[in-house]
């Protein structure tokens, strides 16, 4: 049996994973950057949540706000993420 950290820790990785699919759209469609409330609605994580995995997996810094929300680049956040949960498919280019 897992402890707490442990499960937590696998918890945060597996909602990562599940938000790589929905990166790997927006990368392709083209989009540069995605806000905050947009991870937090596709990854299902709270807002303290989803800040531990931007910093466990460090995802690069935001490089910008629209209209008061941190952006995040796409392509570096889906990078990062996938690494970070050993997805290593969203890594290679294609």
């Known amino acids: ?33 995605i806000d905050r409330r947009t991870l937090l609605n596709e990854s299902g994580l709270n807002d303290n949540e989803l800040q531990k995995l931007i910093h466990d997996g460090n995802m690069p810094r935001h490089n910008g706000k629209r209209g008061g929300i941190k952006t995040y680049d796409v392509e570096a956040a889906l990078k990062m993420l996938a690494r970070w949960c050993q997805r290593y498919e969203y890594v290679v280019e294609s």
């Open 1 to 33: 049996m897992k402890n707490g950290k442990e499960s937590y820790e696998y918890m945060l990785k597996q909602q990562a994973a599940r938000l790589l699919p929905r990166l790997d759209d927006f990368r392709r469609l083209g989009v540069q950057s």
